[in-house]
């Protein structure tokens, strides 16, 4: 299996600066199997930067292209409709409203607002069949509705859990918005919490966003024995640390032992866009 991953992609004011036709033509280049959106396809959450994320996210000829919510797409109480409307509409994974919960914001009060849907987090289980192969790409919403710190609802989880018990697959794969292993500056505060989800369901895969920043981990329970690897993907906004490049990756043959990664870096200078690929493994 091939995945294509990006991140990040901020469209409006921290949008990167080069041309999104080239980008998707590049893109649209490699042989993918599953393209993979790891949130903050938006700089504020407006409905016009949902409108163009959407536009070029369907421009991606992939049959296959799944995307979360990052913490810049949960900066107004509609992002969870607006996501769902222009982004990627998956079967949410609901908990029901009297449970006892954590997360803020987690549901949003029906007598004061107009949306459809009071429930704010996008959580989902998506299968897929591939050469007589089922994978499971599992989607934690790791992101609090006005707040670029992370947390994930202890009650989701196990809904979550429970869903993925009924289920029969070959291999999982978790794509969260949040470093689960990494630290950064608007951190996943109860990270400890999916480190154990990730266990408890074998997931070897994690892959994520948020930080802008390529970083590739792995990491061993000594005492259990489970190790998982987590897949950061860098971003494809304008505005990023200094030094970084936009970038996006291609992992060919992913969960088999001949698995390659490739980062493709992108340089924009005088308005002419320039590709640099490099086989990391």
């Not at 992370?150 to 969260?176: C, P, R, W």
């Amino acid at each position: 299996m091939n995945i294509l991953h990006i991140s990040d992609l901020h469209f409006g004011p921290r949008h990167w600066d080069g041309n999104n036709k080239v980008l998707l033509k590049k893109i649209n280049s490699y042989k993918t199997d599953i393209v993979i959106n790891t949130g903050d396809s938006t700089t504020d959450g407006l409905e016009d930067e949902y409108a163009k994320a959407g536009r070029f996210l369907k421009s991606i000829e992939c049959k296959n292209v799944i995307s979360i919510i990052g913490n810049h797409d949960k900066r107004n109480m509609r992002s969870h409709e607006l996501f769902r409307k222009y982004i990627y509409n998956p079967k949410v994974i609901y908990i029901p409203e009297m449970a006892e919960t954590n997360k803020k914001h987690l549901f949003l009060n029906r007598k004061i607002t107009k949306v459809r849907d009071n429930f704010t987090d996008i959580n989902f289980i998506k299968t897929i069949s591939l050469k007589n192969k089922k994978f499971l790409i599992i989607s934690i919403d790791t992101n609090e509705l006005y707040s670029d710190e992370g947390y994930v609802e202890e009650e989701i989880l196990k809904a979550v859990s429970n869903k993925i018990n009924q289920l029969e697959y070959d291999l999982a794969f978790l794509m969260t918005h949040h470093s689960v292993l990494g630290t950064d500056e608007c951190p996943l505060r109860n990270s400890a919490l999916l480190i154990d989800f990730v266990h408890q369901h074998k997931i070897e895969s994690v892959f994520c966003g948020h930080t802008h920043e390529m970083e590739l981990m792995r990491t061993t329970d000594l005492y259990n024995g489970q190790s998982f690897t987590q897949y950061m993907c860098g971003t494809l906004s304008s505005c990023n640390h200094p030094k970084d490049d936009n970038m996006f990756l291609y992992y060919e043959n992913c969960g088999n032992k001949d698995m390659h990664l490739y980062l493709v870096r992108i340089f924009v200078e005088n308005g002419k866009v320039d590709f640099k690929e490099e086989m990391v493994f």
